[in-house]
């Protein structure tokens, strides 16, 4: 299995909505991701979480606030947001922190109204 | 200041010809580079990689080149196929940047049948 899950697909939110996006990797990894991508851009690092721990956080505004539970899930926690934060957000895994091969989930489109 | 650059937006190749992707990058201290397929509505793919101690990695119909001295790098597919058809994405790391990939822009490859 080197399936890495996201839901929703798709989230439209309101700017004083709180909402969250999940990811779920069952390949034993260790380090799980985020990313943001706007479009015709480059994929973004946001967060990095190495054993359950956050390792990164790439100066990344605290109307988003990641959450690892356990090694599998990484949940990525939504308030206040902005409009200009609409995006594709990637989660992302890979064996260990600096394993060099990350596996990336589609991506859930977020529309901020 | 882009350390990863896909000049070129787009590339359409007749189905069986040669693909050629490039890729330039500016920081000296990568040494890791990867490229990275991705679909619409789907996350990017691991495609393949090379360390900054080889020049040529193969993968089948993929053949990632690097050329260290003029900060280059290119993928190769032959034969071109239609599935082939995606945004490629060149993505690098340097040693002791704790697996932190920089994405190049990305290049949509569209293969005729």
């Known amino acids: 299995d080197t399936e890495v899950t996201q839901t929703p697909k798709h989230l439209v939110m309101g700017m004083t909505n709180k909402k969250s996006l999940k990811c779920e990797q069952h390949?034993?990894?260790?380090?799980m991701y985020w990313y943001k991508q706007k479009a015709k851009k480059p994929p973004e690092l946001m967060f990095v979480y190495s054993y359950e721990k956050l390792s990164i956080n790439e100066s990344v505004p605290s109307r988003f606030s990641p959450e690892c539970p356990n090694s599998s899930l990484l949940n990525l926690h939504l308030h206040a947001l902005q409009p200009e934060d609409s995006a594709l957000y990637l989660c992302?895994?890979?064996?260990?922190?600096?394993?060099?091969?990350?596996?990336f989930g589609p991506g859930t489109r977020l529309t901020v109204t | 200041d882009q350390q990863v650059k896909q000049n070129s937006p787009s590339l359409s190749v007749q189905e069986g010809r040669i693909s050629i992707l490039n890729c330039d990058y500016t920081?000296?201290?990568?040494?890791?580079f990867l490229w990275y397929k991705k679909y619409p509505a789907e996350g990017p793919t691991f495609l393949i990689s090379i360390s900054s101690i080889k020049d040529k990695n193969e993968d089948g119909r993929f053949t990632v080149f690097l050329n260290k001295s003029a900060k280059h790098l290119s993928l190769h597919i032959v034969p071109s196929q239609p599935g082939d058809s995606a945004v490629y994405f060149c993505?690098?790391?340097?040693?002791?940047?704790?697996?932190?990939?920089?994405f190049g822009k990305g290049i949509t490859l569209s293969v005729r049948p």
């Open positions: 920081n000296s201290m990568f040494d890791y």
């Open positions: 993505a690098a790391s340097a040693s002791g940047a704790n697996s932190k990939l920089t």
């Open positions: 390949m034993g990894h260790r380090a």
């Open positions: 992302a895994s890979s064996q260990v922190f600096g394993s060099y091969e990350q596996y």
